[in-house]
C-alpha cells in the first residue's frame, strides 16, 4: 500500500438536499452502521449549510449526541458555513460530543460567507480539542496569490486539514494539481479534495487528488448530493484499491450499498456497472448471474475476473456458480 487515504462520508448531509433533511434519528443510526461496515473514517451529518439553518427534523446537538450514544467509536464530523455557523453553535454542538468539525467559507469580501468570518470557529474548534477542516469553498475562484493568503493567515491555527472545494465541479486535474502544489508548499495541513460532479469529474479528480497528495477525500454513496452530486464512493474506494492506496472488500462494499438504496429509495445501476467493471465482465455476463445473494453474485465475478481468457464460455459460468 502506497498510503493510507482517509475517506470522509458526507452521504447523510449532502444527500438531504435531496429530501429536505428530514431524516430521522433511527435512519441516521442505520446509515452510520452501514458506512462503518465498509470502513469510512468520518461520517458528516447535519444540514447542508451546517449550524444556522433550521432542521426540520432534529437539531444538530440532537443528531450528534444520538450518533455517538449509538456507536461512540464512530467519528462525526458537522460542517459550518462561516457567517452563518456562530460560535454559540459549535459551543453547543460540541458538547454533544462532536469529534470533527469542518468550516467553509466563500471569497473574501462581498459575500455573506467570508474567510475572515471563519477563523474564530476554527479557534474555537481547536481549542475545544476538535479534529479541524479548513473547507476553502468554490476553490475554483479562489486565485493562487489567495489561497496562499489563506495558508499563511491559518498557519498558526494550524487546521489539520485544508480542503480543495471544488463546489461548481468546474475543476480538471491540471487545475486541482496547481492548487495542491501551493497547499503543499505553503501549509502543513493535510490536503483534502471535495468534488462536485457537474462534468462527472469528481470521482476521477478524487483519485488523481490522492495520487498527488490528497490524504482526504470525501465521496457519498452512489455519488448522491447537492446538484449533480458527488464523488461516488463505491467507484472511488475500488478505484483507490486498484491504485494500492486503500484496501477494500468489495464483498462489503456491494452489500453495503444496497441497503443504503434501500434505505434512500434509490436504484442501483451505478453500483451494478461499478462492479462489473472492478471484475473486468461485461454486461451480457452479468446479465446471466444470478442476483439474488448478493455475497454468491460478487464472489462468482471474483472467480471470473481470475480466468484467464478474453472471452467467458457459458460452461465457466455455468462452473462458477456450482462451486460457490
Not at 59 to 82: N, P
Not at 259 to 269: G, H, I, Q, S
Request: net charge negative.
Amino acid at each position: 500500500m502506497e498510503k493510507k487515504i482517509k475517506i470522509l462520508d458526507p452521504t447523510i448531509r449532502e444527500a438531504g438536499y435531496l429530501n429536505g433533511f428530514k431524516f430521522s434519528i433511527e435512519e441516521v443510526k442505520s446509515f452510520i452502521d452501514i458506512s462503518k461496515r465498509i470502513g469510512t473514517d468520518i461520517i458528516e451529518i447535519g444540514h447542508g449549510l451546517g449550524p444556522g439553518n433550521e432542521l426540520p427534523l432534529h437539531s444538530h446537538e440532537e443528531y450528534v449526541y444520538e450518533a455517538k450514544q449509538h456507536d461512540e467509536s464512530t467519528s462525526i464530523s458537522i460542517f459550518g458555513l462561516a457567517g452563518l455557523c456562530k460560535k454559540t453553535h459549535l459551543q453547543s454542538i460540541i458538547k454533544s460530543g462532536l469529534d470533527v468539525f469542518r468550516v467553509g467559507f466563500v471569497g473574501f469580501e462581498n459575500t455573506p460567507f467570508p474567510f475572515r468570518e471563519a477563523l474564530p470557529l476554527l479557534e474555537e474548534a481547536k481549542k475545544q480539542g476538535l479534529f479541524t477542516c479548513l473547507n476553502v469553498l468554490d476553490t475554483y475562484r479562489i486565485k493562487d496569490k489567495e489561497l496562499i493568503e489563506v495558508c499563511n493567515t491559518v498557519a498558526e491555527l494550524s487546521p489539520d486539514v485544508i480542503y480543495i472545494v471544488d463546489s461548481s465541479g468546474a475543476l480538471t486535474d491540471k487545475e486541482i494539481g496547481k492548487k495542491i502544489e501551493i497547499l503543499s508548499e505553503h501549509s502543513d495541513s493535510e490536503i483534502g479534495y471535495h468534488g462536485h460532479d457537474n462534468l462527472r469529474l469528481a470521482t476521477y479528480n478524487s483519485v488523481y487528488g490522492a495520487r498527488e497528495g490528497c490524504t482526504y477525500l470525501d465521496a457519498t454513496f452512489m455519488g448522491m448530493g447537492r446538484g449533480a452530486g458527488n464523488a461516488n464512493l463505491e467507484v472511488l474506494i475500488a478505484l483507490l484499491e486498484r491504485y494500492g492506496m486503500r484496501e477494500a472488500d468489495f464483498v462489503k462494499l456491494y452489500e453495503a450499498s444496497k441497503k443504503v438504496a434501500n434505505l434512500f429509495n434509490k436504484d442501483t445501476e451505478i453500483l451494478e456497472h461499478a462492479t462489473l467493471g472492478y471484475y473486468g465482465v461485461m454486461d451480457y455476463i452479468g446479465d446471466k448471474l444470478d442476483k439474488s445473494d448478493n455475497r454468491a453474485y460478487v464472489e462468482i465475478l471474483s472467480k471470473l475476473d481470475k480466468l484467464d481468457t478474453p472471452f467467458i464460455p457459458e460452461e465457466e459460468i455455468k462452473l462458477c456458480h456450482e462451486n460457490i
